[in-house]
């Protein structure tokens, strides 16, 4: 039983989209991929709470986030990014500016 105001670091992954399945984010978590608070984790059942701060591969690149809140549940995207901000860099760019980029890079 997890203490009151914390949640399991793969269930978190997965309610906030980071992962398709919690076996995904536990594999993730134990590959050694994830940071909290500035430490290599590689337990998927550590405690994770609001305030802490992530690092996760996301695609090609790398997410620092701030959890702002735990999410109750693995709902739509859009109430799973309320539960976080993105620190430093930029937002990533909207899939149709993605496309019109690509299409702008010389043929190899």
């Known amino acids: ?16 989209r980071f992962a398709r399945s919690r076996s ?10 994830i940071r909290l ?16 701060t992530l690092v996760l591969p996301v695609g090609e690149r790398i997410e620092v986030i701030r959890l702002l809140s735990l999410p109750l549940r693995r709902g739509p995207a859009p109430e799973a990014q ?3 901000a993105r620190l430093g860099g930029e937002p990533p760019a ?9 299409e702008k890079l010389p043929a190899k």
Do not use: F, N
């Open 24 to 33: 995904i984010a536990q594999a993730m978590v134990a590959a050694g991929h």
């Open 82 to 84: 309320a539960c976080y």
């Open 94 to 102: 909207p899939a149709a500016e993605l496309s019109a980029a690509e």
């Open 37 to 52: 608070d500035g430490r290599r984790i590689t337990r998927a059942s550590a405690s994770v709470q609001a305030g802490a």
């Open 1 to 16: 039983m997890t203490a009151a105001g914390t949640i399991r670091l793969d269930k978190l992954l997965w309610y906030l």
